[in-house]
């Protein structure tokens, strides 16, 4: 899958997410996360992260997959909870493609 396709599919559930955000949280997942920010979504998040890493450590790729396609939607959801524009995202990890991840390291932590 090309990097473009990759995109089109988080910015299209990103919309998905902004969509549903507006409905009655009793008929869908997605508002019912948003009406109890940040706590839910937050833990959602949490939960999602520990069992990936628990597929991760497993060896199962394709339970890996599966969970880190949770984490993903999971992580959506806070940003649009906390008003995150995902262009904002891809813009900061723009700037940092091409820079070496220890240098970034030392630019955002001051050493």
Not at 50 to 75: K, N, P, Q, V
Not at 79 to 104: M, N, T
Request: overall charge negative.
């Amino acid at each position: 899958m090309s990097e473009k396709m990759s995109a089109a599919i988080l910015d299209r559930l990103m919309a998905d997410i902004a969509e549903k955000a507006q409905s009655d949280p009793s008929e869908s997942y997605t508002a019912s996360l948003i009406a109890a920010a940040p706590d839910k979504p937050l833990r959602k998040l949490s939960e999602e992260v520990t069992e990936a890493l628990i597929e991760a450590m497993r060896g199962d790729s394709a339970a890996l997959a599966r969970e880190s396609a949770d984490i993903l939607y999971h992580l959506l959801v806070v940003w649009q909870a906390a008003g995150v524009k995902a262009d904002d995202v891809w813009q900061i990890l723009a700037e940092r493609r091409g820079v070496s991840g220890l240098v970034e390291k030392a630019n955002r932590t001051g050493q």
